[in-house]
């Protein structure tokens, strides 16, 4: 094998490896990706295969506790729409009713979100981006109504 063929050889097998590498990391993410969405995007999609983060309000009057202590049904709202979630879990300190959370999970074919992780706000400030955005968006078309 001449030098000239044996650096092309070289060259192929670095982009074959670079090729690989670039499709596992891609896989990877994919496999990790969550998407952040609001109520009304949820109910929009129908998507029940992949896994999403929703953020909202936990509606006032929504919280049921089940006999097992652990296991809570409420609905989140963005004001426009909301939707059913139930979770088990040991919810955060800082979950009420009528204050922003994010919960993280899949829709099951009943229409539930199963979460699999319940977040509260940390402050009185804070409103997770989307949720404040699916508010303000809510508010203007209730005004234009």
Known sequence: MKPRQKRLALVAAGLALLALAAWLISSAFQKNLVFSVTPTEVLASHDRTRSLRMGGLVEKGSLRRDGDGVTVDFFITDLAQRVPVRYSGILPDLFKEGKG????????????????????????????????????????????K
């Open 101 to 144: 959370a994010v919960v993280q999970g899949k829709l099951d074919e009943k229409g539930f979100f199963i979460a699999t992780e319940v977040l509260a706000k940390h402050d009185e400030n804070y409103m997770p981006p989307d949720a404040a955005r699916a508010l303000k968006e809510a508010a203007e078309a209730k005004e234009k």
